[in-house]
T-cell receptor, first 111, second 114 residues
Framework: QKEVEQDPGPLSVPEGAIVSLNCTYS??????FMWYRQYSRKGPELLMY????GNKEDGRFTAQVDKSSKYISLFIRDSQPSDSATYLC???????????FGGGTRLMVKP | KAGVTQTPRYLIKTRGQQVTLSCSPI?????VSWYQQTPGQGLQFLFE???????NKGNFPGRFSGRQFSNSRSEMNVSTLELGDSALYLC?????????????FGSGTRLTVV
């Protein structure tokens, strides 16, 4: 079983929809939680970063971390076709070791 | 400011050959880490360098190696290439290692082994 699990999708939604992306993890030592967006033929781009539990909002994006459930979420409001990409969750443990990624969820926002 | 630069962007090699990939980090960043991305395994950590020292290493065979130079530029080398080494190799730089908000990725080198 992988340390970080993520539904691969694809997830197809109409423009303007609210999108919910999720990851579960098994390592309780994870302290830093990130969401990356990756367009085809590009490297991952950091969207959101959260330390420990809680919520963080940035424009149309909201990240939530529930350490008690080992569950993190990314919400995208008013989704746009330009949001169509693969979304990757990533985590770092409290020793500051490498990023551990989920497998990625492919999102398609239809006009 | 300039981002993370990886060269070359695309590479085709034959089984048994070796390959060297290059990564130039963002100016001022001293940590460089490498990842392999494949459709089946996703993004997997290879190794991380900080101030010319390997700080962490992932679960890859010894054919995969790397180094970092005094100007923070990094190279990774894969010897005796296998078909399964075909992947997108990504480099990420950060000012310090282990800080979640600091990793910036390059666009990667697409390696195809035939």
């Amino acid at each position: 079983q992988k340390e970080v699990e993520q539904d691969p999708g694809p997830l197809s939604v109409p423009e303007g929809a609210i999108v919910s992306l999720n990851c579960t993890y098994s390592n309780s030592a994870f302290q830093y939680f990130m969401w990356y967006r990756q367009y085809s033929r590009k490297g991952p781009e950091l969207l959101m970063y959260t330390y420990s539990s809680g919520n963080k909002e940035d424009g149309r994006f909201t990240a939530q971390v529930d350490k008690s459930s080992k569950y993190i979420s990314l919400f995208i409001r008013d989704s746009q076709p330009s949001d169509s990409a693969t979304y990757l969750c990533a985590m770092i443990n409290n020793a500051g070791n490498m990023l551990t990624f989920g497998g990625g969820t492919r999102l398609m926002v239809k006009p | 400011k300039a981002g993370v630069t990886q060269t070359p962007r695309y590479l085709i090699k034959t089984r048994g050959q070796q390959v060297t990939l290059s990564c130039s980090p963002i100016s001022g960043h001293r940590s460089v880490s490498w990842y392999q991305q494949t459709p089946g395994q996703g993004l997997q950590f290879l190794f991380e360098y900080f101030s010319e020292t390997q700080r962490n290493k992932g679960n890859f065979p010894g054919r995969f190696s790397g180094r970092q130079f005094s100007n923070s530029r990094s190279e990774m080398n894969v010897s005796t290439l296998e078909l399964g080494d075909s992947a997108l190799y990504l480099c990420a730089s950060s000012f310090l290692p282990g800080t979640g908000d600091g990793y910036t990725f390059g666009s990667g080198t697409r390696l195809t082994v035939v």
